[in-house]
């Protein structure tokens, strides 16, 4: 009976994620969310844990405050008022802005690899804000886009082109559904959203052709709060985007489609800017988040204590994935195309904790209990090994340190505690389950030195594992967070 609950428990926790998030062929989706959130998410999404978010448009030649700059200027906030007054003339228009948005030291190339090396693999560019300034030609939005105003450039195809020829990380867009001052959405809203010329004539034709054009396999949708989903016809682009486009083996749609819709309807939920639970959702679901922790748009009216911290940073990616989400890490290039050294700073940071790592992240499984109930700050991934044979299941756990234990320079933890509160685990003695558990941790390795001995002993209510001596952990550059690979044996089920 030992070994059944053992077996039972780890096998149904890994193997269960996978089933879930499994692709499904052959089923055509119907517009209702009974039949399009029924959709299997494709697997690489699960798999890919980290992405980069890129917010780049107009607003970021006045670079002040947010990507927020229109909006908030004609409602009056007194901030950016005082900024239009002292630093343009009065008659001034926001449009105005676009001329100075040329990005004449824009290289889509080096930005494709310095995200590859920063360890993602996906990116979604904003292809449009609520200022509905597009970065691409579009023919909905005629002067007011990348090709006829500013860079005279096609932004997306050189992104695109440049992520898919320079790296194997995924292509996907971000789209606005509503603009704060388009005309044909001011009059549907006047109207109760009772019309729908704004999404007839301007949005489903600009989702239809960055869909057939440039293939995305990430459709972050966003603006949808002010009208409800039959408005927007989000239910018809879905099942058209599943069934008939040419992504619709491998695309992953968020859960912004409609008033209602957020953390309810979708492929992953969303569901709030900077969203982190920190407890286990069955449902997959994203954190996206800022360097930068106010504005998502570059900006210049910012301090460095405006920043995340590496560890802050590495904090937000490990907790996320312990509890089954991805992150999505935005970064604002100013308007000249380049990106600050401060990004880059913390991208390449990241880059170097995650191919360190990033065997406890990419392609991982929340393990049966996500933070560690003995030492705080202690959280928990899980892979089966691929050695597993009919004799023996082999799950590798991974312990990930975010405090380190500078006075004992040892931790203290029980990775195994929902074992005693399994239904079957009445059958079980807690403490020979222990014990016996014990005899079947192969290894335990810290991620980075792989070749040092680690010590541990399995008591009756922790293990034990110490650390290395820390100059050594200094030496090979091990820092943010420190990764305890527990490699265990489950036999004779």
């Given amino acids: 009976m030992v070994y059944f609950v053992k077996y039972f428990s780890i096998a149904l926790i890994v193997s269960n994620f996978n089933l879930i998030y499994s692709d499904d062929v052959n089923i055509r989706y119907e517009p209702t969310?009974?039949?399009?959130?029924?959709?299997?998410?494709?697997?690489?999404?699960?798999e890919a844990k980290v992405g980069i978010f890129i917010h780049w448009g107009v607003y970021t030649v006045p670079s002040m405050g947010s990507e927020w700059f229109w909006i908030n200027w004609k409602n009056k906030n007194e901030k950016y008022v005082k900024f239009m007054e002292k630093n343009y003339k009065s008659d001034f228009s926001y449009q105005e802005f676009a001329r100075d948005f040329n990005a004449e030291l824009f290289n889509a190339t080096q930005w494709a690899l310095l995200f590859?090396?920063?360890?993602?693999?996906?990116?979604?560019?904003?292809?449009?804000?609520?200022?509905?300034?597009c970065l691409w030609p579009s023919p909905q939005s005629f002067g007011w886009n990348s090709m006829d105003v500013g860079p005279k450039l096609d932004i997306i195809r050189e992104v695109s082109s440049a992520i898919r020829q320079h790296t194997d990380l995924r292509f996907g867009i971000y789209y606005s559904l509503f603009e704060w001052f388009n005309r044909l959405y001011l009059n549907d809203k006047l109207h109760l959203f009772m019309r729908q010329d704004y999404v007839d004539n301007k949005m489903i034709p600009e989702q239809m052709y960055l869909v057939k054009t440039y293939q995305p396999e990430i459709i972050w949708s966003d603006g949808d709060w002010e009208a409800p989903v039959k408005y927007w016809k989000s239910q018809e682009f879905l099942a058209w985007l599943y069934n008939d486009s040419p992504v619709r083996d491998t695309v992953v749609v968020n859960d912004r489609w409609g008033i209602g819709t957020s953390c309810h309807h979708g492929g992953f939920h969303n569901c709030a800017d900077r969203y982190n639970p920190q407890t286990l959702?069955?449902?997959?679901?994203?954190?996206?988040?800022?360097?930068?922790?106010?504005?998502?748009?570059?900006?210049?009216d910012i301090k460095l204590s405006d920043f995340l911290t590496m560890e802050e940073i590495i904090s937000q990616i490990v907790t996320t994935v312990s509890c089954n989400g991805n992150v999505l890490i935005n970064v604002a290039p100013t308007k000249y195309g380049t990106i600050l050294p401060i990004f880059e700073e913390r991208l390449r940071e990241m880059g170097k904790w995650l191919k360190i790592n990033g065997e406890a992240i990419y392609g991982s499984k929340p393990w049966h209990q996500q933070n560690d109930t003995l030492t705080a700050n202690v959280w928990y991934t899980t892979k089966s090994d691929p050695r597993s044979n009919n004799v023996t299941f082999s799950v590798n756990i991974y312990a990930i340190v975010l405090e380190y234990p500078y006075k004992t320079n040892s931790i203290n933890i029980n990775p195994w505690n929902v074992f005693v509160k399994h239904p079957l685990a009445s059958y079980v003695n807690y403490k020979g389950l222990k014990e016996e558990l014990g005899t079947k941790i192969k290894s335990i390795t810290l991620l980075g030195l792989q070749n040092t001995t680690i010590e541990w002993t399995l008591n009756?209510?922790?293990?034990?594992?110490?650390?290395?001596?820390?100059?050594?952990?200094?030496?090979?550059?091990?820092?943010?967070?420190?990764?305890?690979?527990i490699a265990t044996e489950l036999s004779d089920f």
Avoid: M
């Fill in 281 to 300: 959702l069955k449902h997959k679901w994203e954190n996206c988040f800022t360097f930068d922790k106010t504005s998502w748009g570059q900006r210049f």
């Fill in 33 to 46: 969310w009974s039949s399009l959130d029924r959709r299997p998410l494709p697997s690489w999404y699960d």
């Fill in 460 to 485: 009756y209510s922790s293990l034990t594992i110490n650390f290395p001596d820390k100059r050594h952990i200094d030496h090979e550059g091990l820092k943010y967070a420190w990764t305890f690979k």
């Fill in 116 to 133: 590859r090396d920063a360890g993602a693999k996906y990116v979604v560019l904003v292809s449009k804000h609520h200022d509905g300034y």
